[in-house]
């Protein structure tokens, strides 16, 4: 079984900043990477960013620039920083946990942009 605690959001204001982070504690093993997802009313899930745990990464072009994800040494807890935030960066944003046998989803944080 594996667990993912989710922090940070909140309500932040249009240009300010946040960090998300995110950790994965039971069964780790077979972990294949961490990642960040959003889903704004109305609208589908969609890719904010991903790290392997080989440091690869990948990023939304409309986050592009402006946002960095990292995992920590022990390759167990994920953060995402986001900066210059937009009111369309609303949304909850959902950690994942990638396996070589299929992804594990936290329960999400609010993240609203006021402009």
């Known amino acids: 079984q594996v667990q993912l605690l989710e922090s940070g959001g909140g309500l932040v204001q249009a240009g300010g900043s946040l960090r998300l982070s995110c950790t994965a504690s039971?069964?780790?093993?077979?972990?294949?990477?961490m990642g960040w997802y959003r889903q704004a009313p109305g609208k589908q899930r969609d890719l904010v960013a991903t790290?392997?745990?080989?440091?690869?990464?990948k990023y939304a072009d409309s986050v592009k620039g402006r946002t960095t994800i990292s995992l920590n040494s022990a390759k167990d807890t994920v953060y995402l920083r986001m900066d210059g935030l937009k009111p369309d960066d609303t949304a909850v944003y959902y950690c994942t946990a990638i396996y070589y046998y299929g992804d594990h989803w936290g329960q999400g944080t609010q993240v609203t942009v006021s402009s």
């Open positions: 790290i392997t745990t080989y440091g690869s990464t």
């Open positions: 039971g069964d780790i093993f077979g972990l294949n990477g």
